[in-house]
């Protein structure tokens, strides 16, 4: 099968557009990775043509033999659907984990996303932590967000707790909550190792004054969690930006919202908070 027929392929390149449209991958910005079904492979393998063994930066063992279809360094998200062979590439993983090899796409030169190690490293925890059945890793510059690490304390609970009382279906979107990473020099092993340490626990974290991660099992539940975080994030700047909250949702009610959806929410992101009444400034 041609590798752009690949129902994988125009899934990853509709997700890419759909990230452009949204305005969250100005210029280069943002990454995407999908790990590869075996079966998925075995349909385009007349298709691929390997390259030379290059270091991956990291060891990622848990991952090895894999196949990964990635957005390319430097590359535009804007161009993933008008020129795809450009734009990605598929790598395979050595059976050490500490090399890659191209072995489609790229067509006129260039390299995996810089964010290669975040990626992989995030997709070896992920995969071990959900039995297989997470394959997506997303990385974007969502504005609110990104604004709300300038003004939040940079802390788990509180971005947590403050979406979650932003959108009564974020308790049920991210029961795990979301983790933050204070701001670091991007595309290495560090910020790789952080953000996985954190992707043990959570399937979003956040990237201060930079950007957001997302795990999923499939393009439209990280998509559906990436948008869901970023209109949590605009609603917040919104409400911060009259003057702060009035009302909010109790820490009860988001406990009883988590329980009547079957999930299960750590009991620090939906505690009592003591200060926070009517008429109160933010309570953070
Ligand atoms: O330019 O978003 O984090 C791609 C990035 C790096
Ligand atoms: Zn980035």
Same mark, same amino acid.
């Given at each position: 099968?041609?590798?752009?027929?690949?129902?994988?392929?125009?899934?990853?390149?509709?997700?890419?557009?759909?990230?452009?449209?949204?305005?969250?991958? +100005?210029?280069?910005?943002?990454?995407?990775?999908?790990r590869?079904?075996?079966e998925?492979?075995?349909?385009?393998?007349?298709?691929?043509?390997?390259?030379?063994w290059?270091?991956?930066?990291?060891?990622?063992?848990?991952?090895?033999?894999?196949?990964?279809l990635?957005?390319?360094?430097?590359?535009?998200?804007?161009?993933?659907?008008?020129?795809?062979?450009?734009a990605?590439?598929?790598?395979?993983?050595?059976?050490?984990?500490?090399?890659?090899?191209?072995?489609?796409?790229?067509?006129?030169?260039?390299r995996?996303?810089?964010?290669?190690?975040?990626?992989?490293?995030?997709?070896?925890?992920?995969?071990?932590a959900?039995?297989?059945? !997470?394959?997506?890793?997303?990385?974007?510059?969502?504005?609110?967000?990104?604004?709300?690490?300038?003004?939040?304390?940079?802390?788990?609970?509180?971005?947590?707790? +403050?979406?979650?009382?932003?959108?009564?279906?974020?308790?049920?979107?991210?029961?795990?909550?979301?983790?933050?990473?204070?701001?670091m020099?991007?595309?290495?092993?560090?910020?790789?190792?952080?953000?996985?340490?954190?992707?043990?626990e959570?399937?979003?974290?956040?990237?201060?004054?930079?950007?957001?991660?997302?795990?999923?099992?499939?393009?439209?539940?990280t998509?559906?969690?990436? !948008?869901?975080?970023?209109?949590?994030?605009?609603?917040?700047?919104?409400?911060?930006?009259?003057?702060?909250?009035?009302?909010?949702?109790?820490?009860?009610?988001?406990?009883?919202?988590?329980? *009547?959806?079957?999930?299960s929410?750590?009991?620090?992101?939906?505690?009592?908070?003591?200060? +926070?009444? *009517?008429?109160?400034?933010?309570?953070?």
């Amino acid at each position: 099968m041609n590798v752009l027929k690949a129902p994988f392929v125009q899934g990853f390149i509709r997700m890419a557009d759909d990230g452009w449209q949204q305005g969250w991958h +100005e210029r280069n910005g943002g990454n995407l990775s999908y790990r590869i079904r075996e079966e998925e492979i075995q349909e385009i393998r007349e298709s691929l043509h390997p390259g030379e063994w290059r270091e991956i930066g990291t060891e990622v063992p848990g991952l090895s033999g894999e196949y990964f279809l990635v957005t390319g360094s430097g590359k535009f998200f804007r161009n993933a659907s008008l020129d795809p062979e450009d734009a990605l590439t598929i790598v395979e993983i050595d059976e050490t984990g500490t090399q890659y090899r191209i072995v489609w796409g790229l067509v006129n030169g260039g390299r995996p996303t810089s964010e290669l190690p975040t990626h992989l490293m995030n997709h070896e925890v992920k995969k071990a932590a959900s039995h297989g059945r !997470h394959r997506v890793i997303y990385h974007a510059h969502p504005t609110n967000i990104v604004a709300l690490t300038f003004v939040l304390p940079l802390d788990d609970v509180t971005f947590t707790r +403050e979406l979650f009382e932003m959108e009564t279906e974020c308790p049920i979107v991210f029961p795990a909550g979301i983790g933050v990473v204070p701001w670091m020099i991007p595309g290495g092993r560090e910020i790789a190792v952080e953000t996985s340490k954190l992707m043990q626990e959570h399937d979003v974290a956040v990237w201060a004054h930079h950007g957001l991660f997302c795990s999923g099992e499939d393009f439209d539940l990280t998509f559906g969690l990436m !948008h869901t975080v970023e209109k949590a994030a605009e609603i917040l700047v919104k409400v911060l930006s009259m003057g702060g909250k009035r009302q909010t949702i109790p820490g009860d009610g988001l406990r009883d919202v988590s329980r *009547a959806f079957g999930v299960s929410v750590p009991e620090k992101y939906v505690l009592e908070k003591s200060k +926070e009444k *009517a008429g109160d400034s933010p309570a953070f």
